[in-house]
């Protein structure tokens, strides 16, 4: 789990990523199954597949044809391994490509739900039902019309070959790893156990364990510097280290003026008193938002915070004589920096956090959640124990307050959108909602509307209410919120917040949105 060390030693199932939106969901399924699983790049060198400690393959989804130019495409030897392999979609077209097979354009594009006929004494799809007919989710263009030498064991209306076995190479041209496929689960359980032999290896109990001997053979006997947020991330990453090497540990919590309302005396309370760990406190708000003045665009905003996050990390590093610089990346973060999986994936927005650390600094960089999702991080502050406050606080964002100022960050445009989040969040609190849903704000951009105040009309801010439901970040569906608490959120912000005329609310879902605007 740590950037620059080996793994915990054990054994796994690697997921060949082509691209495909569903990629991080099959490791995330066969996670949730018990197997300790990992996705790597689909061009990964065969001596790295050669290790005995991989039990199976998982080919992934793509958004490309197998006919298109430039279409991502594995070493062939893969498949001459003699490790259990497992096709999904364009994984499976991949295989009956390269094995000789006709895959071509389908008369009819099947996406979503589809019925396949499956064969029931195939191993793959043991212990489903006595129908032999299962509802899946489709979502492909390109067909398998013919494989020699293969068995087919499924098929559907528009696909003569939706499911087939070479060996222990299997293929199907559905998804097993969406919800929306009848008993998806139960699928990867047999190739997970039945045709792989795995055992089960992948608990967040285990995780913490593994990961704290990992950090204390890393670091030996070095210092460790942290960045906190305030948020779960830094905290469990925080709280992991200094399970390992105790004192050794110093947090660097830095105040940029881009916190949540009332965000700094929490963390110092939590951190110092609940969780007695040595916090070194930098109030940096002038030098952020001097930087930030005029600045406009989304990605120049990061990249100004990045930069001067990074160079207070080094002078007050330099004071500790630390070795080692912990972060609190996760996977999503890297997926969408572009720095997770193929690398086919288009850049969405960068991370500070993600490939910032100059060489200059001179320190050994420390992720061990960098390969956890949301969701997991959670579960492991759990098992470390940490103070609920945490816990459950909705997620924030690297930089902060700048991720929800479309636009250029001013003094009134942070004081409306740190005071119309603190109503969002007091009166989803008193609802019984916030701990419904996954993440809610508020947004405040330049555009401006005319409203009544008193009895002359005037022009105000617009601030957009954004509540998202989630489970691991990588989608999100906005929070269909009764209209009374819509309401109440509306008019105490109008009502409270200076300079506001307008509320409106945001509809949009993950993709084709962000969760964040900025």
């Known amino acids: 789990m740590l950037s620059g060390g080996e793994h915990v030693t054990r054994n796994k199932v690697v997921v060949l990523d082509f691209g495909g939106q569903y990629s991080h969901l099959i490791v995330r399924r066969c996670r949730d199954l018990g197997v300790y699983t990992e996705l790597v790049p689909f061009d990964v060198p065969i001596e790295v597949l050669k290790s005995d400690r991989i039990e199976g393959i998982i080919l992934s989804g ?14 062939p030897r893969i498949l001459e391994l003699g490790i259990p392999v497992l096709g999904i979609c364009y994984g499976a077209q991949l295989i009956a490509y390269l094995k000789g097979g006709v895959v071509e354009a389908g008369k009819k594009s099947e996406y979503g739900r589809t019925e396949l006929y499956f064969s029931r004494d195939s191993a793959l799809f043991q212990g489903l039902n006595d129908e032999g007919r299962l509802n899946v989710w489709m979502s492909h263009g390109d067909v398998i019309r013919e494989l020699d030498g293969a068995e087919i064991i499924g098929y559907t209306k528009n696909s003569p070959v939706a499911a087939f076995r070479i060996s222990n190479i299997y293929g199907v041209q559905f998804h097993p790893e969406v919800h929306h496929t009848d008993r998806g689960e139960k699928i990867l359980w047999n190739f997970l156990y039945t045709i792989c032999g795995c055992e089960r290896n992948w608990t967040i109990e285990s995780f913490v364990r593994d990961t704290i001997e990992e950090i204390k053979r890393q670091v030996g006997d070095g210092r460790v510097v942290c960045g906190l947020s305030g948020g779960i991330d830094s905290a469990t990453t925080a709280v992991l280290v200094n399970r390992a090497i105790g004192d050794r540990l110093t947090c660097i919590f830095v105040d940029n003026g881009l916190l949540r309302e009332g965000e700094k005396d929490e963390v110092l309370k939590t951190f110092r008193d609940e969780l007695k760990l040595n916090v ?29 996050f990074i160079s207070i990390f080094e002078a007050e590093a330099n004071k500790l004589n630390a070795d080692f610089l912990a972060q609190g990346t996760i996977y999503p973060d890297r ?9 086919k994936a288009s850049r969405i927005k960068s991370h500070h956090n993600v490939g910032a650390l100059p060489a200059k600094l001179g320190l050994k960089l420390i992720e061990p959640i960098k390969d956890l999702y949301k969701d997991e991080v959670k579960e492991v502050a759990e098992e470390l124990g940490i103070p609920r406050l945490i816990i459950n606080r909705h997620p924030f964002p690297g930089p902060g307050l700048a991720a929800r100022v479309v636009g250029e960050v001013t003094d009134d445009k942070l004081r409306i959108c740190r005071e119309a989040s603190h109503i969002v969040e007091e009166e989803l609190k008193r609802s019984g909602w916030y701990y419904k849903v996954w993440q809610a704000f508020a947004v405040v951009g330049d555009d401006l509307a005319t409203g009544v105040m008193g009895d002359a009309r005037r022009l105000g801010r617009i601030v957009t209410v954004r509540v998202v439901e989630s489970r691991e970040a990588m989608t999100a569906d906005f929070v269909k919120l009764p209209y009374d608490v819509l309401e109440k959120i509306s008019r105490r912000i109008t009502n409270e917040v200076r300079g506001v005329t307008w509320v409106t609310y945001a509809i949009s879902s993950k993709p084709p949105a962000t969760i964040e605007p900025c």
């Open 62 to 75: 793509s958004p490309f044809s197998i006919h298109d130019h430039g279409s991502p495409r594995c070493d």
């Open 280 to 308: 070194v406190f930098v109030d940096a708000r002038e030098r952020f938002l001097n930087r930030l003045r005029g600045v406009k665009d989304p990605e120049a905003k990061r990249k100004v915070i990045g930069e001067l």
């Open 335 to 343: 997926i969408e920096s572009a720095r997770a999986g193929s690398g």
